[in-house]
């Protein structure tokens, strides 16, 4: 009975957390419905986490997310998509909206994960279309971009968005512009975006600035205004209730004069009063005249963002109402007198079932608006539409760098000139007020420094530019790894990046004979120096150790990365798989090594910074990410012993076997110096290499301490001897010979020597000897007594 009852009482609490959830999304639907996206997804975030049903929840994370995309908010909104991926992993709609909102990110790899995701899904948008084209004319626009310079107006710069801005007619000295930045008696917030309703705000570009004066006791603080040396842009302030309602205060035009001001606007005049509309106030010496609603269309449709023409006769607005191709579309009107005639829509090509918004006639005829249609970047597009002089309409994307994968609107120009104002919220996902100019042929190379094994970025790498006419420049990139260099035409660039723990990369670039802009995009991989680096493509036929003309080829690379790094000295090592007896493989590795090395000093490079060294089957490879990607029997960490490769399938095997074939280098040390035979190779047996002497250990007598740096075959001359005045040089076998430097009769001062060589990259260690043979500690110790 007792069990029954907790029963019960279980599914009791299951159905009222059922119904709980189930409320919320009834009322956030509600709110949905009437716009009001921020109250809307607090409900459906509510709502999520009472629920317990997976495909419920799905639903609902993407009902959230949409309320996020709505208002533009684009990290959220990726967020609630992965959510309700996450519930139903067949939910193709959220796929392909993520795929959307990661480019208004710039997350373009994880947009073109989700874009191919989403074909898989449904296999029949391929026939229409692959959506992820669009990545392709990003990067494409990117690289070639328009000839206009745009940066950030850090004056009007703010926490909250900033938009629409617009001149005061020819003064382009006094600018107007939205913002939902506070005002002091307006704190109200929008349902639609949770933020401070917008407001119309004015700054005014002067050589006058306004000096407070400490506030005393007993007494108030007094302002002036001062003149200063340099002009700048004053603080913006609200424009006054005349014009801010309690309402969002939007896009605004003025009158070819400036005299008068249009702007949108949706406080309410009467209880009919829908949505937005069109106001007009008279500029005044002393302030504002009497704001009155623009009679253009019905109290119970929606109007905005006016532009006027430069003769002041025709009106461009925006509206969804009926006749229209579907959603918001530009509209005229022309003047009658003190009235305006029945709009008309501009028809295609410049309207779309998709948004048309924030229309701007130029003083020419050329009218500029921004559009979210399918063949833009992502987000809202600025596009610009002349007419033909058969009256026919033709429209272009302006492309990059007016355009990103961002929301880019509300354009305006300079009367008479080739620059002015936009919005965009390509920076952080936040509306800013940027300016542009018309240039000449701009260029930029845009490097994102990684390392070439992880892909990681290369924190503040060093950046090195020479360009041929030999003119130098220094930068650094920043702590994703990335650095921008503007380019001058005509003249060709080396760019060397550096970072310590890493090889120097280097890229070159030119601008020769280049007749549109362009910015050079460029992924430079650093190899990290603490781990061996494979040299892809070193062939020799079966049982030889000669190069072939391929493998000459690829070792050309080398070359050039030891020229890059002059300072660096390496060792070749030559890897066999586990065919064959391991001494035959071990002998055959030493030859192919040196092989190696003997084309590089052909080629120039000193024979003391290469050390060849034949491993044989000794070193299999460890199997890294990228290896395992490429291999899916393999597993990263995977070492490639004889053993592992037992197990495998025939085919599997060979390619195993393939994998542990192969020459790759180290790092020895990264302060060489060239000793004065660093150019001319002496004989292996010579007994003096430029100011170093060579003596055989088996001349010397008695009980003695050496310290080994390091055991080479015998037909190398190891460059590490090169940094000691007098070293030694002994057989270990037949193959190879140890060379050591010091002789020690107490093992103490030996060891403490060891050390400091051991401090310096060197292996060093003590050995003991006696009458030129090795022998050990305690064998030294009892013939010392």
């Given amino acids: 009975m007792k069990f029954l009852t907790q029963f019960c009482i279980l599914i009791i609490l299951g159905a009222l957390a059922s119904c709980s ?55 959220k909104a990726s967020s609630w998509y992965r959510k309700a991926i996450m519930n139903r992993d067949t939910f193709s709609n959220a796929v392909l909206n993520l795929a959307y909102v990661e480019v208004k990110n710039g997350r373009m790899e ?16 391929k026939k229409e279309g692959d959506p992820s084209e669009m990545l392709e004319r990003i990067k494409k626009w990117e690289e070639f971009p328009g000839r206009y310079k745009v940066e950030l107006l850090k004056d009007f710069s703010s926490t909250s968005s900033d938009f629409a801005p617009i001149y005061m007619g020819k003064d382009t000295n006094v600018i107007f512009f939205s913002s939902n930045r506070k005002l002091k008696d307006k704190p109200k917030k929008d349902g639609v975006t949770g933020e401070y309703y917008s407001n119309i705000f004015e700054s005014h570009y002067s050589n006058e600035v306004v000096r407070k004066s400490r506030k005393k006791k007993g007494k108030k603080m007094t302002t002036r205004k001062v003149l200063v040396d340099t002009y700048q842009w004053s603080k913006a302030r609200g424009v006054g209730d005349t014009i801010n309602s309690d309402w969002n205060e939007g896009a605004a035009c003025f009158s070819p004069e400036a005299d008068v001001l249009y702007y949108t606007s949706s406080m309410k005049v009467n209880k009919n009063n829908q949505g937005t509309k069109i106001f007009v106030v008279k500029r005044e010496d002393d302030g504002w005249g009497r704001v009155s609603q623009l009679d253009l269309v019905p109290d119970s449709l929606s109007v905005g963002h006016p532009s006027i023409s430069a003769d002041g006769n025709i009106l461009y607005f925006v509206s ?15 003047k009658s007198g003190s009235s305006w005639s029945e709009p008309q829509n501009l028809g295609r090509p410049i309207n779309t079932p998709n948004d048309e918004l924030f229309p701007y006639i130029k003083e020419n005829g050329d009218l500029f608006f921004a559009s979210d249609r399918t063949e833009g970047m992502g987000g809202l597009d600025i596009y610009q539409a002349k007419r033909e002089k058969t009256g026919v309409w033709t429209v272009e994307n302006m492309k990059y760098p007016i355009n990103s994968t961002a929301d880019d609107f509300a354009m305006v120009f300079q009367i008479g000139q080739e620059k002015g104002m936009f919005t965009s919220s390509r920076k ?37 530019i020479v360009s041929s006419d030999g003119n130098q420049k220094d930068v650094k990139a ?9 380019l001058l035409p005509g003249l060709e660039y080396v760019v060397m990046v550096s970072a310590d723990g890493y090889l120097n990369g280097k890229e070159l670039v030119n601008t020769l004979d280049l007749t549109v802009s362009r910015n050079f995009k460029a992924m430079i991989g650093l190899n990290p120096i603490e781990k061996p680096i494979e040299l892809p493509n070193i062939f020799y036929d079966f049982g030889s150790w000669t190069l072939r003309d391929e493998s000459k080829t690829a070792l050309d690379g080398l070359v050039e990365t030891l020229n890059d790094n002059p300072k660096i000295t390496i060792e070749l090592g030559s890897h066999t798989d586990f065919v064959g007896s391991e001494s035959t493989n071990q002998g055959l590795s030493q030859k192919r090594a040196q092989s190696v090395v003997d084309y590089l000093i052909e080629k120039g490079i000193n024979w003391d910074r290469l050390v060849a060294q034949g491993y044989g089957e000794a070193k299999p490879l460890i199997i890294s990410s990228d290896k395992a990607k490429e291999y899916d029997f393999l597993k990263e960490g995977d070492v490639l012993t004889e053993w592992v490769i037992s197990k495998l399938q025939e085919k599997q095997k060979e390619i195993a076997n393939q994998l542990n074939r192969r020459t790759d280098f180290r790092v020895l040390s990264t302060d060489y110096v060239p000793g004065p035979n660093s ?16 003596k055989n250990l088996s001349g010397i007598k008695g009980v003695f301490y050496t310290i080994q740096i390091g055991a080479f075959s015998k037909n190398t001359i190891p460059p590490v001897i090169q940094k000691y005045k007098v070293v030694f040089r002994g057989e270990v076998d037949a193959n190879t010979v140890r060379y050591t430097t010091g002789i020690f009769d107490d093992v103490e001062e030996a060891r403490a020597e060891a050390d400091k060589i051991t401090k310096t990259g060197i292996k060093a260690f003590v050995i003991a000897y006696n009458k030129g043979k090795k022998i050990t500690f305690a064998e030294a110790k009892k013939m010392k007594k």
């Fill in 428 to 464: 952080k996902g936040n509306d800013d007020i940027y300016r542009f100019d018309f240039v000449p042929l701009q260029f930029s190379f845009v490097g994102n420094v990684v390392n070439s094994e992880s892909k990681e970025p290369v924190e503040k790498a060093r950046v090195h």
């Fill in 320 to 334: 969804d109402m009926p006749g229209g191709y579907g959603g918001n579309d530009i509209w005229m009107a022309k």
């Fill in 21 to 75: 959830s189930k409320s919320y999304v009834k009322r956030g639907d509600k709110m949905l419905e009437s716009g009001r996206y921020y109250y809307a997804q607090s409900l459906y975030e509510k709502a999520y986490k009472k629920s317990k049903d997976k495909e419920a929840k799905a639903d609902i994370a993407f009902k959230a997310a949409s309320c996020f995309d709505q208002v533009n908010q684009g990290r």
């Fill in 110 to 125: 994880e947009a073109e994960e989700n874009f191919w995701e989403y074909v898989d899904l449904k296999p029949e948008v």
């Fill in 679 to 694: 150019k001319n190779k002496p004989g292996v047996n010579s007994d003096q290499i430029g100011n170093t002497i060579i």
């Fill in 478 to 486: 920043n702590q994703e790894g990335k650095f921008t260099v503007d």
